[in-house]
């Protein structure tokens, strides 16, 4: 799937092993958001004004925005960029250059190995007013519209890898999690806690959740998904999967081998399918959609 800011994303085969966040990627959480794990990640990227309570380990780079709090240790592979106000109740220790801004605090200190840069912002920011006022006493507007487009536009983008995890902005995971938009995880993935979600989830087959799902939205869980706790949401698609609580919706479609222990609810009625079924329904939208048509001509080409 493309890159979605409103959705949290846990890439295929990411381990929540007790208090611990394994991803075999890039760690991406957004602005204001709360992580009650430890992050074990390639490279770790959190917003302004993020909350880690607990440590963060990475095999290569490190990048905190403005007023994050850190409670833990960073262990870093690469180089580390910790921006103004930002407070580490921990150890911050890297094997690259260390680029830190103002004011911040690292209470159990720092190791480098690399270069180590220290911001001091104001005296630059000072140095660019004092300059274009210069310029607008000498009729320079021009010049000055210019330059503050260029400051405007002249944004850092880091690329990320294909495979990353990604909270979005106000969000918060733990044993409770409350998640400002989508969810949607990958394959065979082990994922903790109980998320109340702001739109649909979605989550691919061989997946295990230990807690509980309720969506705003629909609800899709695919073949050998494992549950331990309820499913609530509106329109719920359920494959081969086994759920240890209750189920309820709106309209629930479930395959007629799924194992649930709970009770099953839905205003609207419960559809049963099997397999057969199933491919049928995609034969009849792959015709309506005139692709077997398109198959069946190349074939004879």
């Known amino acids: 799937m493309g890159f979605d800011r409103k ?43 993020a909350k880690i309570n607990g ?10 925005d403005l007023f994050s709090v850190i409670n833990g240790n960073i ?3 690469g180089n580390a960029y910790i921006a103004d106000g930002t407070e580490i109740n921990g150890k911050l220790s890297l094997k690259g250059d260390l680029d830190v801004g103002d004011n911040v605090e690292i209470r159990d200190g720092f190791e480098a190995k690399g270069w180590i840069n220290i911001r001091s912002p104001i005296p630059m920011v000072i140095y660019v007013l004092l300059y274009l006022l210069e310029l607008l006493k000498r009729g320079h507007s021009e010049e000055v519209e ?12 880091i690329s990320i890898s294909e495979k990353y995890f990604f909270l979005p902005n ?6 409770d999690c409350a998640i400002n938009g989508r969810l949607h995880i990958g394959k065979n993935c082990v994922v903790n806690g109980n998320h109340k ?11 295990t959740i230990y807690g509980s799902l309720k969506a705003s939205g629909n609800v899709t869980l695919e073949n050998n998904v494992k549950v331990e706790g309820n499913v609530e949401g509106e329109m719920i698609k359920i494959g081969l999967c086994n759920i240890a609580g209750d189920v309820s919706g709106k309209k629930i ?15 609207e009625g419960i559809q049963f399918f099997d397999s057969k079924r199933k491919k049928m329904k995609k034969k009849v939208e792959r015709f309506k959609e005139k692709v077997d048509i398109v198959d069946e001509v190349a074939e004879l080409l």
């Not at 440590?55 to 905190?64: E, L, Y």
């Not at 210019?146 to 983008?157: G, K």
């Open 7 to 49: 959705t949290y994303i846990v890439p295929d085969n990411t381990n929540f092993d007790g208090k611990t966040i394994r991803v075999d990627g890039d760690v991406v959480v957004g602005n204001a958001c709360t992580v009650d794990f430890n992050i074990e990640a390639e490279r770790f990227f959190a917003g302004e004004r």
């Open 55 to 64: 440590n963060i380990t990475t095999k290569s780079d490190v990048r905190i």
């Open 146 to 157: 210019r330059i503050l487009q260029e400051l405007d536009s002249n944004e850092d983008i």
């Open 197 to 207: 979600v702001k739109g649909n989830i979605v989550v691919e087959e061989g997946s």
């Open 170 to 175: 106000s969000s918060s995971i733990g044993n």
């Open 253 to 267: 479609e479930i395959f007629k081998n799924a194992n649930v222990l709970g009770v099953v609810k839905a205003a």
């Open 75 to 77: 262990s870093c592979g």
